[in-house]
């Protein structure tokens, strides 16, 4: 048996974005959310004792600013080598050959797959053959898994490619392929990413996108991780979710219509920042609130939005002690006006 992780998407340094910033926000701690998820991750595989890792893609956000990125990865790539864990990555449109310009010496736990064409690594001590290769350039829209080798006989074999598949909402349509293609390789798992939500395109053979490990903005919102993969007898037993992100994004929909008064759609935001701060287990939320329905405060509401709004955060900061960042309040409300109301107006509307 052996076990390995495997994630994607990582985008070091990346910033959240799309935040509107306000007295108490969490800069700090929303500045440093990529790099804690990937120190989670690290400690994970520590903890666990896994035997290697698999990067399918975007380490990086593109070109460093400074050499800073580059340094955190090795220090955290040397914790794993002194914990004995090998790490192999394939670079994907993010990090590509020829836009990562600045370069630094990686640890001898880490290889990277060749962009020129597919290269296949071999662990010995598990009977595992890794099959990947690299983008050479940011826009790559040939299908590289074609040219990945047949699978080596008596071996687990893995293919490690970063590609948008059959095509996701949201995702540029590099390296594209069908779950058909990657079936008939004959490998006994396909390590994707590219795509930032996690999601299992076939279970025989395992294909999947673990998804990010740290959303960056309201379109990641949920759990974000990395996949533990499971093997015994050349077989996939597990592969199961870990959640690694040190920050949670929400998008709360609260319908207002039956609210009476102020008092009353104040209390449906403290029940839709409950509800959240439990499923983001004890996690910092970024939170977008949109307050809907037909409501006798629709007027006011209009009238002096940034009263509501400034209201709403000051109510939510308390409730969850600081934890919920309010990252934007959409008002689309409307008025509530009885037939009865309508009729009475005397006017051709009413008639």
């Known amino acids: 048996m052996f076990r390995f992780i495997h994630t994607a998407d990582i985008h070091l340094d990346s910033p959240l974005t799309g935040l509107e910033l306000y007295e108490g926000a969490p800069v700090e701690e929303i500045r440093q959310a990529t790099r804690r998820a990937f120190e989670n991750l690290v400690q994970f595989a520590m903890d666990e004792q896994i035997d290697f890792i698999l990067i399918a893609g975007d380490l990086y956000d593109g070109n460093w600013r400074d050499f800073n990125t580059g340094l955190f990865f090795v220090t955290q790539m040397v914790k794993l080598k002194e914990a004995h864990i090998p790490v192999y990555i394939v670079s994907g449109n993010h990090d590509a050959a020829s836009r990562i310009t600045q370069k630094i010496p990686l640890p001898a736990n880490v290889t990277i797959f060749s962009t020129k064409k597919p290269q296949t690594i071999v662990i010995e001590e598990f009977?595992?053959?890794?099959?990947?290769?690299?983008?050479?350039?940011?826009?790559?829209?040939?299908?590289?898994?074609?040219?990945?080798?047949?699978?080596?006989?008596?071996?687990?074999?893995?293919?490690?490619?970063?590609?948008?598949?059959?095509?996701?909402?949201?995702?540029?349509?590099?390296?594209?392929?069908?779950?058909?293609?990657?079936?008939?390789?004959?490998?006994?798992?396909?390590?994707?990413g590219h795509v930032h939500n996690r999601k299992v395109l076939s279970e025989d053979p395992y294909i999947l996108f673990p998804g990010n490990i740290q959303g960056r903005h309201i379109k990641e919102c949920g759990e974000k991780g990395c996949t533990l993969v499971t093997v015994e007898d050349r077989r996939v037993k597990l592969a199961e979710p870990i959640n690694l992100d040190i920050m949670r994004?929400?998008?709360?929909?609260?319908?207002?219509?039956n609210a009476e008064n102020e008092e009353q759609i104040l209390q449906l935001v403290d029940k839709a920042v409950e509800d959240e701060l439990v499923k983001s287990e004890n996690r910092s939320v970024a939170m977008r609130l949109r307050l809907s329905g037909?409501?006798?405060?629709?007027?006011?509401?209009?009238?002096?939005?940034?009263?509501?709004?400034?209201?709403i955060r000051a109510r939510v900061h308390d409730i969850s002690s600081g934890k919920v960042w309010i990252e934007k309040i959409i008002f689309k409300t409307t008025s509530k006006i009885s037939l009865e109301e309508i009729i009475k107006r005397g006017d051709p509307i009413g008639d």
């Open 127 to 192: 009977a595992v053959a890794i099959h990947g290769q690299g983008f050479i350039k940011p826009a790559v829209y040939d299908n590289l898994s074609k040219e990945y080798p047949d699978p080596i006989q008596g071996y687990f074999n893995i293919g490690l490619l970063h590609t948008c598949a059959e095509g996701a909402e949201g995702h540029e349509k590099y390296a594209p392929c069908s779950v058909e293609e990657l079936k008939n390789k004959g490998y006994d798992y396909w390590a994707l």
């Open 249 to 257: 994004w929400a998008f709360c929909e609260i319908d207002v219509t």
């Open 294 to 311: 037909s409501c006798k405060l629709n007027g006011d509401i209009s009238k002096n939005p940034d009263d509501w709004k400034n209201n």
